[in-house]
């Protein structure tokens, strides 16, 4: 795992960026030294550069070290992330005649690049982001990952050249790019609590979607172009019964935890005794002679799962060591982190256990395998169930939906206003239900919390959109609709982005081998039934992992990892989120009307029990941890 940046200067003798480029190139390795803190380099042509930060995992001698140059020197290549199927790929390459110097999966990726350009990208197993400069010509070529694993920000300069890395921050801190408030960026945080691709937060700058490439030039560049399809359904799709369905991914989930075990470095398991994690160790156990798994403990039995992840560990025979992640408040060190490395404003809560625990992680491997997208791929949220009900409701008569809401909200108690809620989100736009128990602030209330000249041009369209874009509305079953759209918003913007910032801010990698390519197919062939039905999902994973690990472990209701915030915030979040909300230097004051500000800062300082169907606790704290981190960014990066 990697960092990596760039820059392609304008032609015109003028641009700034071109006197400074060794030194701007400098910068970028500094700043992305987290990423790579075990070699770093750069490599340059007169109008052009490329730096990168090295995670030795394959090949640790200087072979493997980067940017790499093809034998003519005519090509560089900066690499960020794994390909597991490089022996395979090598293997072939050899045949046509090609000779390696090193081992790493990087020259393997460089020299398919170089015969078959961009053509090669569908070809690779793995995650990644990555550049490849024609020195040529100082045209570079940039792509990402199927599932979005990896980032890549990209900026176009004042100048008319382009800039890129994989973090945001660097980007911010050369001359030329415009980092004034990009107001879809903004809406779209707002509404979900992160910025989706290809948005961000600033206006000069935007990600590489997922699964595209694009190629830049001075002054100009290509449209962004896919290499590989979105998440969807597939026809035909397979058939079979759930068991025997489950023995067929059987086969192909074992190869790629096989394939992902795949290292010059100490490799663990991340073991939270849940079903993704247990089947991803059970199958582990069968490819690697000694197997380390890793748990996390809680003192509050509410998050700790160390009895499921020792039976797990038991059942397949691994060293099994049990990490106890730390509950003392957030400090400010730890609120900087946060900020610093996601670039874009993150709300998501959970970003602080990830962080804590890849800190434990670090200090035992180098990798660590994952049980991530489990839930997105094989339809595992119990949302969807609610979502079910949902538009079970919405075929009632708009009053009487209207009239049953207004009568549950005013009889008042959590349980009832969680069934108002209900009502209220079946009365929404078909798309929108699918977001309807995760938006945080929906257009209509942006409207009236923001100034006019912060609202997005489109205004509720903004959402809306998105939403359709994404697949809100792909199938006439809302909840399939809804399972593909997870795979198209939260998996890559929100899962990974949280997991990619906070392992790499400690130079920790995370492998997750449910997202490789023939598990992905294979999940997109399965009829929904055989992924969620009634209040049940992940039924085929549920059943190769009932085969695998006690089936007691696998029927536990599920949990989800997070840090209690109210309660570890401590004084450093409460001081940040009073600046945020109450102070006259805030700068959120820019941003939002100074009266709703203020009533927004009373409502989210309340305890009280609320009636309004869209208020909880928990959407509460999503709310206030998101205008900190938002006002923090602002502080740090301007408004």
């Not at 690779?124 to 920000?153: I, N, W």
């Not at 000249?453 to 809100?472: I, M, S, V």
């Not at 890559?492 to 392992?503: G, I």
Request: aromatic share 6%.
């Amino acid at each position: 795992m990697c960092g990596i940046a760039g820059i392609i200067c304008s032609r015109a003798s003028a641009d700034p960026l071109r006197a400074g480029l060794d030194a701007h190139l400098q910068n970028f390795v500094e700043r992305l030294r987290h990423r790579g803190p075990d070699a770093s380099g750069t490599a340059r042509t007169e109008g052009a550069g490329l730096a990168h930060t090295r995670l030795a995992i394959l090949d640790l001698s200087p072979t493997g070290s980067q940017p790499m140059w093809s034998p003519d020197r005519r090509y560089v290549l900066a690499f960020n992330g794994e390909v597991y199927n490089f022996r395979r790929l090598r293997e072939e390459l050899e045949a046509a005649g090609e000779r390696f110097a090193g081992n790493s999966d990087t020259e393997v990726v460089l020299r398919l690049l170089v015969r078959e350009g961009d053509a090669a990208l569908a070809r690779f197993e793995g995650m990644f982001a990555l550049a490849l400069l024609d020195t040529r010509t100082d045209a570079v070529l940039l792509a990402r990952d199927r599932a979005g694993q990896k980032p890549l920000y990209l900026a176009r300069t004042s100048g008319g050249g382009w800039a890129f890395a994989s973090e945001l921050a660097p980007l911010l801190e050369l001359p030329g790019i415009d980092a004034g408030i990009d107001r879809e960026g903004l809406s779209h945080l707002l509404s979900f609590g992160f910025v989706p691709a290809p948005f961000s937060l600033r206006r000069g700058i935007r990600q590489l979607r997922p699964g595209t490439f694009v190629r830049l030039l001075a002054g100009s560049s290509d449209r962004e172009k896919p290499y590989v399809s979105e998440p969807g359904p597939v026809a035909p799709a397979l058939e079979g019964d759930v068991e025997s369905l489950s023995r067929s991914l059987e086969d192909t989930l074992s190869a790629s935890v096989r394939d992902h075990l795949v290292a010059d470095v100490p490799v663990g398991v991340l073991l939270s005794g849940g079903v993704d994690s247990s089947t991803i160790a059970a199958l582990a156990a069968r490819h690697a002679g000694r197997l380390e798994t890793f748990s996390v403990v809680h003192r509050d039995p509410l998050y700790d799962e160390r009895e499921a992840a020792r039976a797990v560990a038991e059942a397949i025979g691994s060293e099994h060591r049990e990490l106890e992640i730390s509950d003392e408040p957030l400090s400010e060190v730890e609120l900087e982190t946060l900020v610093d490395h996601h670039g874009d404003p993150f709300a998501d809560t959970s970003s602080l256990a990830v962080l804590r625990l890849s800190r434990e992680m670090r200090r035992h491997v180098t990798v660590a395998l994952s049980g991530d997208g489990g839930d997105e791929v094989f339809a595992g949220y119990p949302r969807f169930a609610q979502l079910r009900l949902v538009s079970a409701l919405a075929r009632l008569p708009a009053p009487a939906l209207g009239a049953a809401r207004e009568l549950l909200r005013r009889t008042g108690g959590e349980r009832l206003r969680r069934a108002a809620r209900a009502f209220h989100a079946a009365g929404m736009p078909r798309a929108r239900r699918t977001v309807a128990f995760t938006t945080l602030f929906w257009p209509e209330e942006q409207a009236r919390l923001l100034r006019p000249e912060w609202q997005a041009p489109t205004g509720p369209r903004a959402l809306d959109d998105l939403l359709a874009e994404r697949g809100a509305e792909i199938e006439r079953d809302p909840v399939a609709s809804a399972h593909w759209l997870e795979q198209r918003l939260i998996l890559p913007d929100d899962m990974l982005t949280k997991v990619d910032r906070m392992s790499m801010a400690v130079s920790l990698e995370v492998r997750p081998p449910l997202l490789a390519n023939g598990v992905l197919d294979f999940a997109a062939r399965l009829p929904l039934a055989a992924k969620h039905s009634g209040a049940t999902g992940k039924r085929v994973l549920r059943s190769l992992a009932r085969r695998l690990v006690p089936p007691w472990v696998v029927d536990r209701p599920k949990r989800g990892f997070a840090v209690p915030l109210e309660q570890l915030g401590g004084r450093v979040y409460e001081e940040a989120a009073r600046f945020a909300l109450e102070s006259r230097e805030s700068p959120l004051r820019n941003l939002f009307r100074a009266e709703a500000l203020a009533a927004l800062a009373a409502e989210l300082r309340s305890r009280r029990p609320s009636r309004d169907p869209e208020d909880s606790p928990y959407r509460r704290t999503q709310r206030r941890w998101l205008l900190t981190v938002l006002a923090r960014s602002l502080q740090r990066y301007g408004c």
